[in-house]
């Protein structure tokens, strides 16, 4: 029996603990240990309450910034949770390198975990990164921007010069090597991208394990398709976006039969629109079926969700709020399958482009042109092939030095 730990650092959203899930559910169903780390003890109770794998809050930062402007590169993001502080940096790094040595784990297994990855460095303790393409970027140096963002080559550079400076000094107080580049920080035992290349958010990579989604929440409600309409619209709308509104009148207007997940939608809204063809879902849905009587999928863009339509051959119509959601979207538009609009869209306006992506058969084939591609693909098979992976780390080295670094 061994060890592992499971991570997740930055994010807000329940495909961090989808991924993570069915990895923990197999490695102790072999007889191993595992513990979750997570930022969101809320979510992990919700996600893991069935599966009995023990977990706690992970070392995450209390003050983060507020940029006017949305990050344009991932050093730029590092620098926006916590990296900017070094005292703060400081903080999470002995707080990530303190449980790792105390649990003791043969390997981590980290999930959008930049933090903990660093930590993982001063203790010496091997690595299995996951995530998609937006959580493990390009080994390049420097690591690109975000495509379509207008950040320059220099903004890119200084960005990268600061988080480094910052990380060094946290390495140079443990007498540990500077890393002379970021792309040095994700160079880790082993990685595996999660998601498919034509949804990688920097585009396909040649020299990267692609696996595929690995984990979809089997709980949820399970809901019913409120009407035999012909058309079936699927709606998940992130809380607290001004144009929730305007989309939901929309969709009441379309006259298809829709199923909304708002989370945390209050009882007045739910009672406002709840109608014969329209339900308002406050609570996780559950995904598995739904999206083989789908015509159309709109959402604020999240992968899981994308990704789960688009096998399915569902079109989507996308209103990303954030730097990760913008990039699939344009994946997702780039390869003809769906159309993506901005929060100021008015409601006349989104129901234009409903009817465009219902009513032009183009969307519909690239969706299907995707999902016959992957029409083999097995989400378990995959979350077999990483936990074989995991399963090859054996007991913990003792590497010269390595975990004598100063714990003050």
């Known amino acids: 029996m061994s060890r592992i730990v499971l991570t997740w650092e930055l994010g807000s959203n329940l495909g961090h603990l989808a991924r993570l899930l069915p990895l923990a559910i197999r490695l102790k ?6 513990l979750l780390v997570t930022r969101n003890l809320g979510l992990a109770a919700k996600v893991f309450a069935e599966a009995g794998i023990p977990y706690i809050q992970a070392p995450v930062a209390t ?11 991932y050093a730029e993001i590092l620098w926006n949770q916590g990296w900017a502080d070094r005292s703060q940096l400081w903080g999470m790094v002995q707080g990530w390198a303190n449980l790792f040595r105390m649990f003791g784990p043969v390997v981590t297994v980290l999930d959008h975990s930049p933090t903990a990855i660093l930590a993982a460095r001063v203790t010496a303790t091997p690595t299995v990164l996951i995530g998609t393409g937006f959580e493990l970027p390009p080994s390049e140096n420097p690591i690109p921007g975000f495509p379509q963002s207008k950040v320059s080559e220099a903004a890119i550079l200084e960005a990268e010069h600061r988080v480094l400076a910052n990380a060094n000094w946290i390495l140079n107080a443990m007498m540990l090597p500077p890393m002379l580049t970021l792309r040095e920080l994700f160079d880790t035992d082993r990685r595996y991208l999660t ?56 969709l009441r207007s379309t006259k298809a039969a829709v199923i909304c997940f708002l989370p945390g939608a209050p009882a007045d809204l739910v009672e406002s629109f709840s109608t014969d063809q329209f339900k308002i879902a406050s609570r996780p849905v559950r995904l598995a079926g739904l999206f083989n009587n789908t015509n159309l999928c709109v959402s604020y863009a999240p992968s899981g969700t994308v990704t789960s339509a688009l096998l399915k051959g569902v079109p989507q119509l996308m209103i990303p ?28 306006e989104v129901v234009h482009l409903m ?18 591609k992957y029409r083999g693909f097995d989400a378990a098979q995959a979350a077999d092939f990483i936990v074989e992976q995991i399963e090859q780390f054996g007991p913990p080295s003792s ?5 004598k670094a100063n714990a003050a």
């Open 29 to 34: 169903s072999r007889g191993h240990s595992p």
């Open 195 to 250: 998601t498919f290349p034509e949804l990688d958010h920097y585009g396909p990579r040649p020299n990267e394990k692609y696996v595929g989604p690995i984990g979809e929440l089997s709980g949820g409600e399970h809901m019913i398709w409120p009407s035999k309409s012909d058309c079936r619209i699927f709606a998940y709308l992130r809380p607290g976006i001004a144009s929730n509104a305007v989309i939901l009148r929309a």
């Open 63 to 73: 003050t983060v910034a507020h940029p006017t402007q949305q990050a344009g590169s």
């Open 399 to 403: 590497k010269p030095g390595a975990r």
């Open 355 to 372: 009817r465009r992506l219902l009513g032009e058969s183009t969307f519909k084939v690239h969706a299907s042109d995707f999902a016959q």
């Open 321 to 348: 709020q954030h730097p990760e959601a913008q990039l699939t979207a344009l994946r997702v538009t780039a390869m003809g399958a769906g159309l993506t609009m901005s929060e100021s869209h008015s409601e006349i």
